[in-house]
């Protein structure tokens, strides 16, 4: 759509700026622009060169690579809605994970999920997760109070999301990210209000996804051992409970745990406030970059503790749902290597 004059380089290039630039959000700061730097060094000072940078690189008219319609978008499930196609894929992996034969305890899944638009749009990106916890076969279950409960096949289960936005977000989307001169680099000039929260369930958040015709990533499902699945609980409660709001740029807030956005709602689970990357709270790290640069923290930080009990390779494990309007659209915005396609 908006980018179908972009090579397939570019296109493949696109969203992997995700990992190279979570990995390394400073230094991939300051030298994602190498020409710029050559041009403006010898004009001026070192300071006021980073500042140049600073102000074409948090610009919103800087567009993330899209992609163009690659081979490998699926469309046979194209009139499945994406919530399905989605809950599809979660149930056939994590089928796959506990085999055939009897299930003698619970066993933990997560699943990180993105979206985000052509432009990488911080205004209708996010990044949120699943947690699920799938019962013994012999034990008889004691469901948790505002999870997702259900049965499948012979498993029952229960479910919940951590999905941290406005309260009022699927009425009034118009999210405030930054506002006010210079506020994306000062974050004490941003007049963004702090508003309330609260945590969406899956089915409100890929609704919003698919409203924006967004690009959906998911990650996973992996598995996880109780610890984690109690401190994904934990921070569900913490938010759930009213004590905490939300504000898109939390630079100034979430120390006192006064206000997050989704980013940190589902980063650092065993240490409530974490930073993320450069400025705290992250160079552009919102929709893809933002989820990969969580889940760099929990397959390093984390992992370390053997709280994830599987090998995660966040570029290969992200799997991508596209917005279609019809099964014959070219020039779709793809930013993944594997994709479905949906319309609704």
């Given at each position: 759509?908006?980018?179908?004059?972009?090579?397939?380089?570019?296109?493949?290039?696109?969203?992997?700026?995700?990992?190279?630039?979570?990995?390394?959000?400073?230094?991939?700061?300051?030298?994602?622009?190498?020409?710029?730097?050559?041009?403006?060094?010898?004009?001026?000072?070192?300071?006021?060169?980073?500042?140049?940078?600073?102000?074409?690189?948090?610009?919103?008219?800087?567009?993330?690579?899209?992609?163009?319609?690659?081979?490998?978008?699926?469309?046979?499930?194209?009139?499945?809605?994406?919530?399905?196609?989605?809950?599809?894929?979660?149930?056939?992996?994590?089928?796959?994970?506990?085999?055939?034969?009897?299930?003698?305890?619970?066993?933990?899944?997560?699943?990180?999920?993105?979206?985000?638009?052509?432009?990488?749009?911080?205004?209708?990106?996010?990044?949120?997760?699943?947690?699920?916890?799938?019962?013994?076969?012999?034990?008889?279950?004691?469901?948790?109070?505002?999870?997702?409960?259900?049965?499948?096949?012979?498993?029952?289960?229960?479910?919940?999301?951590?999905?941290?936005?406005?309260?009022?977000?699927?009425?009034?989307?118009?999210?405030?990210?930054f506002d006010g001169f210079g506020s994306r680099i000062i974050p004490s000039l941003n007049q963004?209000?702090?508003?309330?929260?609260?945590?969406?369930?899956?089915?409100?958040?890929?609704?919003?996804?698919?409203?924006?015709?967004?690009?959906?990533?998911?990650?996973?499902?992996?598995?996880?051992?109780?610890?984690a699945f109690d401190l994904g609980v934990k921070r569900k409660l913490l938010l759930d409970g009213?004590?905490?709001?939300?504000?898109?740029?939390?630079?100034?807030?979430?120390?006192?745990?006064?206000?997050?956005?989704?980013?940190?709602?589902?980063?650092?689970?065993?240490?409530?406030?974490?930073?993320?990357?450069?400025?705290?709270?992250?160079?552009?790290?919102?929709?893809?970059?933002?989820?990969?640069?969580?889940?760099?923290?929990?397959?390093?930080?984390?992992?370390?503790?053997?709280?994830?009990?599987?090998?995660?390779?966040?570029?290969?494990?992200?799997?991508?749902?596209?917005?279609?309007?019809?099964?014959?659209?070219?020039?779709?915005?793809?930013?993944?290597?594997?994709?479905?396609?949906?319309?609704?």
């Open positions: 759509m908006h980018h179908m004059n972009k090579t397939k380089e570019n296109a493949r290039s696109g969203a992997w700026l995700t990992s190279d630039l979570t990995n390394k959000a400073g230094e991939e700061f300051l030298r994602c622009r190498p020409g710029l730097q050559r041009k403006t060094s010898w004009r001026f000072t070192p300071l006021a060169s980073w500042v140049a940078a600073c102000v074409l690189l948090f610009s919103p008219s800087l567009p993330v690579h899209g992609g163009w319609l690659k081979p490998d978008v699926d469309f046979s499930n194209y009139d499945v809605p994406l919530y399905d196609q989605i809950v599809n894929r979660i149930k056939a992996k994590v089928s796959a994970r506990l085999g055939m034969g009897e299930n003698k305890k619970d066993r933990y899944f997560i699943i990180p999920f993105a979206y985000q638009d052509s432009r990488l749009s911080p205004k209708i990106s996010h990044s949120f997760i699943t947690v699920i916890r799938v019962f013994a076969d012999d034990k008889q279950p004691l469901l948790t109070p505002g999870f997702k409960h259900g049965k499948y096949k012979s498993w029952n289960f229960e479910a919940f999301n951590i999905s941290w936005m406005p309260h009022d977000f699927d009425t009034n989307p118009d999210l405030c990210v963004c209000p702090i508003v309330s929260g609260r945590n969406f369930t899956l089915a409100e958040t890929l609704k919003l996804g698919a409203r924006f015709k967004n690009a959906v990533g998911m990650w996973g499902p992996y598995e996880i051992q109780k610890v009213g004590t905490i709001r939300y504000r898109a740029d939390d630079r100034l807030d979430r120390k006192d745990r006064v206000a997050i956005n989704c980013f940190h709602a589902m980063a650092g689970l065993e240490e409530l406030y974490p930073n993320g990357g450069f400025l705290g709270t992250g160079f552009r790290m919102w929709g893809i970059n933002g989820t990969a640069r969580v889940l760099i923290e929990y397959s390093k930080a984390v992992r370390d503790r053997g709280m994830i009990l599987e090998p995660v390779d966040i570029k290969k494990d992200l799997y991508g749902f596209v917005y279609a309007p019809d099964r014959n659209s070219r020039g779709l915005y793809n930013p993944f290597r594997n994709a479905s396609a949906y319309r609704w």
